[in-house]
Structures are given as C-alpha cells and as structure tokens.
C-alpha cells in the first residue's frame, strides 16, 4: 500500500500521515509499500553532484514553497511542545549562492588534500567540487587554498572563511608547516586571490600572517573591526531581514538594550540610545570601538548574561529589550524579564526548541507572543532561525 509524504521532520526525513519515514522525500511524493519514493510536485531535483553526501546541505531535494513549510512547521511544532501558538509569517530565504561565511574542513592525505565540508554524520571530506549555497567569491578560493594547504597543511584542519568589508577573512585552526618557502607561499596566495586577512591557530590563539589593512565589517552602516573567528549573520540577506524584524518589533524606542550583542548587529542598527552586552570580550570591544569611532549613542558593557543577568530592575530603565542568545536559549536572562515590567521584547533565537521553552516561561510571566519571522538563511539545511515580538500590556 502507498502513502503520501505529508511533512518533513526536524532532521529532514518525509513523513507520512501514518508514521513512516523515508529519506530524501518532499511533502506531496508517495512512499510505496517497498518504501520507494515517487517524486511529487514538491520534489525538485537536487542541483549539487554533491548532494546528499555532502554535510552542507540535507533539503535539496525541497522546492522553495515545501523548504518554507519545514521552516514553519519546524518552529510551530516547538511552540506547539511548550503548550503555545503564534501568528508565524512566510520565512524569508536567503537565495542560493549567498553564504557569506562557512567552516570547512582539510585533510592532508595520500599526497594531495582534500577541502569541503563533511559528509553527513561523519568525520569524511567532501572535496568540494562545486557549491550551491557559498557566494562565488567565497567559492572561488576553494581551488587556491587547496593548492596552498596540500603544500603547507600538516594533518588536518578547520578553515573559517568569511568574506568582509576588505575581502576574504581565513582562519586556519590547525598546524602549517614553518620554513621560508611556506611563508612566501601565504603571502602569494593571499595577494592573488583578494585576501582580507590571514590567520593561523595552532592551538595557542590566532596568529595573524598576512592584513595589509585592518579588516572591518559593516553593522548598521558602521566599519566594525573583525577579531579573528567571530560570529556573523550567514547571509545579508539573512542579516537583513532579522534587523528589519526587530526594528519593526521594537519601533521607536528611544532607549533600548542589546543582549548578546556580538559585533553588534543589532545595536548598531537600534535607533536611540542603546546598551549592549556581550560575554565575547573581543566582539565588545569590536563593538565599542566601532560605534566610538562611528559618534554612535552605544553603551558596550562585557558582561556574562548567564551568570550576570540584567535584573528585573535593570530591564525595567529601558522601553524595549532585544536578546539572540546562542543555540541554548537565555533561560537565566529570560527569568528575569519575565519578573520585568518590560513593555517590548524582540527576541532572535537559531533554535526553535530553546526559544519556546523561553516563550512558555514569558507567556507565564504575562507576555504575548504577537508573531514570528522566520528565517532561512541556512538554506537547504534543517537550521531554522527566527525574530519574534512579545509585549506586555500596562
């Protein structure tokens, strides 16, 4: 007997109304009885030769309007969990070829090496070939950093690439051979192919090789300085559409607060006063020199929000509040807005499960949950991210 895949699961099976996963099936195809699946009208091609080995992506095979249901069931599902519904919008995604940051990995084997990301749920390279969700310019550089880590790699490594205001920001974690000839190579390589900056981590901390100029990215029309690793948003596209989310959530609040601030995605695009606070002490103090040399009205303040939390008391000097916490949540932080008398929370969270047990515990506090933005800026992953609005009334 066949059925119809009617949904996608949190790990990107198909599932039917039954109960039975399959692999690589999109809502619409039929699972036969001997679980083959026959593509329906949401099944598209896969566009990658790398596609499904490759870790990188795991929903290619999704057409945008059934890739937009799995971001949407995804979050509605958790919020679901926790006992909570929410007006949840159509997700913005992020195009393909946009990734403006990603991890790779390299391992000097066999007298070649090889460079991409890992397959799924293992510790083996795909060597990448081509890429559907890094922007050109990062995947340019794939074939000459090859080139330069078979000759200079020792073991294996992971490559941070992002590109910045000056160029292509890489970080090496991992051990490079010394020696004149190896060096004279780094500095070849990185003038040829519009490197921004090159650094190595060896395990020790960052050790910059090459920066003809200080690398900054741009926050809200502010030239932020970039230490080496940091965090940044995956897409502009993504960026964007988050920072439009909480400025509509927050309007025009004339003093607010940025938690988990980071480089200041959000701070720097806050209108009024802000105050921004940051566990990272590079990114505070990224951002603090950023917004000083901008005439910026930022406050920065390197404060731990797990273990410092702002009080219910120190929430209640600003009239909106906007938090992005890591994958875990802000439990702690959280606790005590609910406590709070704030009247606006924007909140901006990369997983759907830690945000609404934070929603449940706001909603207990006397918040409404007034909608959701989601986001895919991860595309073709089973990586969802949102901007959501709680208000309290009086």
Aim: aromatic residues 6%; negative net charge.
């Amino acid at each position: 007997m066949s059925d119809v895949i009617v949904r996608v699961a949190a790990r990107g099976d198909g599932i039917t109304a039954d109960g039975r996963h399959a692999a690589y099936a999109a809502p619409g195809d039929t699972l036969t009885a001997d679980n083959v699946v026959v593509p329906g009208p949401h099944h598209q091609p896969p566009p990658c030769r790398h596609f499904p080995v490759c870790g990188g992506c795991q929903l290619q095979h999704l057409d945008d309007a059934s890739y937009a249901d799995f971001l949407t069931d995804r979050i509605a599902g958790a919020l679901a969990a926790q006992g909570l519904t929410a007006p949840i919008r159509p997700p913005a995604l992020s195009p393909t070829h946009t990734r403006r940051r990603a991890t790779l990995h390299a391992e000097a084997k066999g007298g070649g090496l090889q460079l991409g990301f890992s397959e799924q749920a293992s510790h083996a390279i795909v060597d990448l070939r081509e890429c559907w969700i890094l922007t050109p310019t990062l995947f340019a550089l794939v074939a000459p950093l090859r080139k330069l880590l078979a000759r200079a790699l020792k073991g294996r490594a992971r490559v941070h690439l992002t590109e910045l205001d000056q160029g292509i920001d890489v970080l090496i974690e991992g051990t490079i051979a010394d020696g004149l000839a190896i060096a004279e190579a780094i500095t070849a390589f990185c003038s040829a192919n519009g490197v921004a900056r090159l650094a190595i981590d060896d395990g020790i901390g960052p050790e910059t090789r090459w920066e003809p100029e200080a690398v900054t990215i741009t926050l809200g029309g502010v030239a932020v300085p970039f230490p080496a690793g940091s965090f940044l948003q995956a897409t502009q596209e993504g960026e964007a559409a988050l920072v439009a989310a909480v400025r509509e959530a927050i309007g025009d609040a004339r003093i607010s607060a940025d938690l988990f601030a980071g480089l200041g995605t959000f701070a720097l695009s806050l209108p009024g006063k802000v105050y921004a606070a940051e566990a990272g002490r590079d990114a505070i103090f990224a951002l603090k020199a950023g917004a000083a040399q901008a005439g910026r009205a930022v406050f920065a303040e390197h404060r731990d929000l797990f273990r410092r939390p702002l009080t219910s008391a120190e929430c209640d000097r600003f009239a909106a509040i906007v938090l992005d916490p890591p994958r875990a949540g802000a439990k702690e932080q959280i606790a005590q807005l609910a406590g709070s008398k704030m009247p606006v929370i924007a909140y901006v969270s990369c997983n759907p499960s830690s945000f609404a047990r934070d929603a449940e515990i706001l909603s207990k506090g006397g918040y409404t949950l007034d909608w959701i933005q989601p986001v895919g800026q991860f595309r073709w992953s089973t990586h969802a991210e949102l901007a959501a609005r709680f208000s309290r009334q009086g």
